[in-house]
């Protein structure tokens, strides 16, 4: 049976059912990749299990956890890969936790909490960006926009209620003036789920169902009526996922060491709640794929290709596995159709052309970094020019010129530093050397003062010795 909803303006929505979130057996093992400057918690042949951390927690990285309970085969290149015991025995200890809000964002940085709709930003990372602000707006993306992804939908139907607490949580962490969450129109179910447990104070805004409504400054124009985006409006924006992950870490004490993650095959959508480290292998194993399929990571439009020798991330929300035919690209005709579709009003056959080569001044005169990598332009390319993978690559290189300009303009100030503390410690020294010497000086010349009036002195008793002396003649007595 389906129930109509009515929200927003008497608008009608027939309710779209997914399927319960699907698990998959264990796998035999995981591989966790952890940060490149972290040091491993870990050695291999230790035992390990679920929830245990595996790396160092230093302020600027993201704890990573072991999803599986067993044995730490190999550490390298920064990944950890353990072997599963079978036995799936959990470190985890659920326990309620009351006063979470002034511990928010230890927990989530503890936790390992990153953003799950797909960018994988550090949690602790943006509440403390706004730690000592009052955010206007707390933005809720429920949007999932991209025509392959159905995790946050799926999460929804089956979690709602788990997922509001987490809002409240971020609410409260954040300290919003208000809080939105903002879902495409056509998530029926969703909506109706959503709607039965948001509080009054939270205000559900239904978008339109157009790519890339989900983009978080999209979504904020959409849902406020405000331009310039989330950070110019003194906001901020997590993902409904990324919320149940919040709600888990800070009411159940658990790690992030799972997510959902919509598999697309040909024959089916599913959603699977899959742990962090599984290898596609498994997957393919258990779906009856070939290990040899293509396939698209995140999505059908923002997606990249991988092969099944990746293994699940805390960013990945989607995998479609496809006979891929890659379209040979040819050159560019000038047709426009790329600036026309481009939601951020770039050009993208003048950035594709600055490119090839690499000119990082017409790019990022051309706004590059504003470049939400949504894809559009690809879409339409007649030439199948994968133009979104130039801009990523450009943009990799903007940001590497970047961090080795911070580094040298650091090393730069540090030397200069240093030049300047050697200059006035010369200068110190200079100045404690003339006073010694000016001291030494001065001792000196009241050395030979002295030497010279115990000369005199000396010179003085000598004259009198050389002198008669005085003999008594009797004549003073007249
Ligand atoms: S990927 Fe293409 S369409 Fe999307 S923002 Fe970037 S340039 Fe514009
Ligand atoms: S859509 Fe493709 S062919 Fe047309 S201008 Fe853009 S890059 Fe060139």
Redesign the pocket.
């Known amino acids: 049976m389906t129930t109509t909803y009515k929200v927003h303006g008497g608008l009608a929505f027939e309710p779209a059912r997914f399927d319960a979130i699907e698990t998959l057996p264990l796998p035999d093992h995981i591989c966790i990749q952890i940060d490149r400057d972290a040091t491993p918690a870990v050695t291999e042949g230790d035992c390990v299990l679920k929830g245990q951390t595996l790396s160092q927690c230093e302020p600027d990285q993201v704890a990573q956890h072991a999803s599986i309970s067993g044995v730490v085969t190999d550490i390298s290149d920064s990944v950890i890969t353990i072997r599963s015991d079978g036995l799936d025995q959990s470190f985890i200890t659920p326990h309620a936790n009351r006063s979470y809000p002034q511990r928010i964002n230890n927990l989530c940085h503890q936790y390992g909490l990153v953003g799950l709709g797909g960018a994988a930003f550090p949690v602790h990372k943006k509440l403390d960006a706004i730690k000592h602000l009052t955010p206007d707006t707390l933005l809720i993306n429920a949007a999932e926009c991209d025509p392959a992804i159905y995790c946050d939908e799926a999460l929804i139907q089956d979690r709602a209620r788990d997922i509001v607490k987490g809002i409240e949580i971020a609410l409260s962490a954040s300290g919003a003036q208000q809080c939105i969450v903002g879902i495409e129109e056509n998530k029926t179910e969703s909506i109706a789920q959503l709607l039965e447990h948001l509080p009054a104070e939270i205000k559900l805004v239904v978008v339109p169902a157009i790519y890339?409504s989900g983009?978080e400054n999209t979504l904020f124009a959409l849902c406020t009526g405000k331009t310039g985006g989330v950070r110019k409006n003194n906001s901020l924006c997590f993902n409904v996922a990324t919320c149940y992950a919040i709600y888990k870490a800070v009411t159940l004490a658990e790690p992030l060491v799972s997510r959902v993650v919509t598999v697309v095959t040909e024959r089916a959508v599913r959603n699977f709640e899959l742990r962090i480290g599984t290898p596609l292998t498994h997957l393919c194993k258990h779906l009856s794929l070939p290990l040899n399929s293509a396939i698209t990571c995140g999505g059908q439009m923002?997606g990249r290709m991988i092969t099944s020798d990746h293994y699940i991330e805390k960013r990945t929300n989607s995998l479609i596995f496809h006979k891929h035919t890659t379209k040979k690209s040819v050159a560019c005709i000038r047709c426009g159709a790329?600036?026309d579709?481009?939601?951020?009003?770039?050009?993208?056959q003048q950035?594709f052309w600055h490119t090839k080569p690499y000119n990082r001044t017409a790019l990022l005169n051309l706004n590059?970094s504003?470049?939400?990598?949504?894809?559009?332009?690809?879409a339409v390319c007649p030439s199948h020019i994968p133009?979104?993978d130039f801009?990523i690559h450009a943009k990799e290189a903007i940001q590497i010129e970047n961090t080795e300009h911070q580094k040298a303009e650091l090393a730069k100030d540090r030397y200069e530093a240093r030049l300047a503390r050697l200059k006035n410690q010369s200068k110190r020294e200079r100045k404690k050397l003339d006073n010694k010497t000016a001291s030494l000086s001065n001792s000196q010349n009241k050395d030979q003062l002295k030497k010279d009036l115990i000369a005199k002195a000396l010179q003085r008793s000598k004259n009198k010795k050389l002198t008669p002396p005085h003999h008594n003649t009797g004549d003073d007595q007249s």
């Open positions: 890339p983009a923002m790329c600036a579709v481009c939601p951020e009003r770039l050009l993208p950035l590059l504003h470049c939400i990598e949504c894809a559009c332009c690809d133009l979104t801009f």
